[in-house]
């Protein structure tokens, strides 16, 4: 599904350079559940954002689905990007002045589907997620479970091959953290990717193989983690 | 899509009301100013006559004093012409229609007993005056050739000297008392405002149309008093009228209907065999230099567009893009506070080239805005000019839709302009760092 060869990310400041990853490599194949992991600036964002085609590297090589996207224009990484990624962040990202719907008719409105093809589907995630009799609220007037759901659900809508979350659990209590781990884990068994960024172990342990980032490289300590974990976490 | 984006655009612009206000107040006051401005030198520059506009030409003789330079300050031919030039070309009769005119004034004596009498304004002319001008009537018809000749004492009254005079009635047939004489009203015209006054703009390009029309034969019989210029470059040769009639004095426009390049071309050889004829009596003492101008030719020889109307509208441009300007500031600033939004719509898909169109449909609709208010004052500029010029921009200061789809145009296109630096900022943000901010 996702294969980097040799990756390497420098940022230039005048004559400072800043090597984000080096000749990072990955491969993760359909239907894996993988978690990221390492500690502060060790190059798990720069990673996320080059496998989301929102930045481009350096140096080496980066197949998406089958596809060399190493130098796609800013249209055809766009194009890449609403149909095969799906993105869930930290804080959501849900638009505040519009409804559950309309938030999640953002990512279908750029793949130009038609009216009732975009109403299908809205209606199916969100009855997926749990908030299907919602979908005319305002963000503002959903918990911070419930923005991530729709989050979640914005995601899934363009049924992407590959989410891709960014501390998906950071800014939730336990209690509704268990209960979107649930949610992405459901969507990976049922065939999405997913790749998951986090600072904690407990979580890490969901996913059923990590990656550990360290000096913008991938560490030995690369663990196969039973799924069977998942249900006890 | 474009729908889409309208709808987005009209979410961001109520999510910030007092930010769009000044916005739409910035582009309206550039846009009420320079429409302002822009409307009275549109008026003035228009084409009074434009179906035929190419084929009326007003003739020039160059009569005038070899050693001075005219009334002007130079050197052309005297823009008016002598009783004696213009005689003989009307009796000559070369062109396919000519006119000589000139302005009196003269006093109506209404019939009723209670209606005082009043001052108005003659065009003294010829038979060919009404269709040559393309005249319209709601009542009777212009006189014709005979009545030129025999002197008669007919009259056409304009519209609103009928609705004085006569209630607005069918007053053909009827009489009408005009200095001291008995006129037979023949016609009543339809409305007929040229803007500018192309016929006469000698006597002033924007005033109103005379209110009466008599033969312009009856006005020189009658001796009826002159109400525009005279200019000589000789004194005048013995007393009374008579003498003035056979003077270097010129008084008269002279106008010559002519339907093509060789009619144009025969009508100036005419003109010149005259000049060498007039130089043998001892009269054209100038070398040759007659002219023929067409309608528009002659406004702008006439500079209908002053100069100063000129720097006003690059003065009144200019304070558009001052406050452009501003329009760009205050759009960057909303533009750059929704870069989180735009990082997401990146993220979920929008390419650059589509949150560029998105934002400028945006800016397209606060440009739509500034335009309807920029209208407003607009129309309070217009008025703002007629109170402190009175009559003398009356027709200068009415907007048409042309003026009306223009100015929403401007305000359009100043905004879709102002916007193109804040947008184009806008869509090159780091998605990725500012997705990371948040």
């Not at chain 2, 990146?346 to 739509?368: K, N, P």
Request: charged fraction near 20%; hydrophobic fraction near 40%; include cysteine.
């Amino acid at each position: 599904m996702l294969s980097m060869q040799n990756i390497s990310m420098v940022y230039r400041a005048g004559l400072v350079e800043t090597h984000a990853l080096r000749n990072f490599s990955l491969e993760v194949e359909e239907g894996d559940f993988v978690s990221v992991t390492g500690p502060s600036g060790s190059g798990k964002t720069t990673f996320l954002n080059i496998a989301g085609l929102l930045e481009r590297f350096t140096d080496g090589r980066y197949e998406l689905d089958g596809r060399d996207v190493s130098s796609l224009s800013d249209k055809e990484s766009s194009a890449v990007r609403n149909e095969k990624i799906g993105f869930v962040f930290q804080s959501f990202n849900l638009i505040p002045d519009l409804n559950l719907f309309d938030n999640v008719d953002v990512p279908l409105r750029y793949r130009g589907f038609n009216a009732n093809e975009r109403k299908k589907r809205i209606e199916t995630v969100l009855e997926t997620v749990g908030l299907a009799s919602r979908m005319k609220h305002l963000p503002s007037q959903l918990s911070g479970g419930q923005q991530q759901r729709v989050a979640i659900a914005r995601a899934l809508a363009g049924k992407p091959r590959l989410m891709l979350a960014d501390e998906p659990t950071g800014n939730l209590d336990s209690k509704m953290a268990l209960g979107v781990m649930e949610l992405i884990s459901e969507i990976n068994r049922n065939g999405t990717t997913i790749i998951m960024v986090t600072h904690d172990p407990e979580l890490a342990k969901m996913a059923n193989r990590n990656v550990h980032i360290l000096d913008g490289r991938v560490s030995n300590g690369d663990i196969e983690v039973p799924l069977s974990k998942v249900a006890t976490a | 899509m474009f729908s889409y984006y309208l709808k987005l655009g009209l979410l961001s612009i109520r999510r910030n009301p007092l930010m769009t206000t000044l916005m739409i107040a910035a582009i309206a006051v550039g846009i009420g100013a320079s429409m302002s401005i822009i409307t009275v030198n549109y008026v003035m520059s228009g084409n009074p006559i434009p179906q035929k506009s190419d084929q009326l030409f007003h003739v020039q003789l160059d009569s005038w004093d070899p050693n001075n330079p005219n009334d002007d300050g130079s050197f052309d031919p005297p823009d008016q012409m002598t009783y004696t030039d213009a005689m003989a070309l009307m009796k000559a009769g070369k062109a396919y229609r000519q006119i000589a005119s000139n302005k009196s004034s003269m006093v109506l004596v209404p019939q009723g007993d209670d209606e005082r009498p009043f001052s108005i304004l003659s065009r003294n002319t010829w038979a060919d005056f009404f269709p040559m001008f393309d005249l319209q009537f709601i009542y009777g018809s212009g006189w014709d050739d005979a009545a030129d000749y025999n002197m008669e004492r007919v009259t056409v009254l304009s519209k609103e000297t009928n609705e004085r005079v006569f209630g607005g009635e069918n007053s053909v047939g009827r009489t009408v008392r005009l200095a001291g004489m008995d006129f037979q009203v023949v016609g009543v015209l339809d409305e007929f405002h040229p803007v500018p006054k192309f016929y006469d703009v000698t006597n002033g390009a924007f005033n109103e149309p005379e209110e009466v029309y008599i033969p312009f034969n009856v006005g020189i019989e009658y001796e009826i008093p002159r109400a525009g210029n005279t200019n000589c470059w000789k004194p005048i040769d013995g007393e009374g009228f008579e003498a003035f009639l056979n003077s270097e004095c010129a008084f008269i426009q002279f106008w010559a209907e002519l339907r093509s390049d060789e009619e144009e071309q025969e009508y100036m050889d005419f003109l010149n065999a005259y000049a060498e004829q007039q130089k043998e009596f001892g009269r054209f003492p100038r070398p040759l230099n007659n002219r023929l101008n067409d309608v528009m030719e002659w406004m702008e020889d006439q500079e209908v567009v002053e100069d100063d109307a000129r720097v006003m509208l690059g003065l009144s441009l200019l304070f558009l893009v001052v406050c452009l300007l501003n329009t760009i500031g205050l759009l960057l600033a909303k533009y750059l506070g929704k870069s989180s939004e735009i990082s997401l719509r990146r993220a979920l898909g929008a390419s650059r080239s589509a949150l560029f169109v998105q934002h400028m449909i945006e800016s397209g609709l606060i440009g739509l805005g500034g335009g309807i208010f920029g209208l407003a004052l607009a129309w309070l500029g217009l008025r703002g000019i007629e109170m402190l010029f009175g009559d003398m921009v009356e027709n200068l200061v009415g907007m048409d839709w042309v003026m009306v789809l223009t100015a929403i145009g401007l305000a359009i296109l100043s905004a879709l302009l102002a916007g193109l630096y804040p947008t184009w900022r806008a869509c090159s943000i780091s998605t990725a760092k500012q997705l990371k901010l948040q």
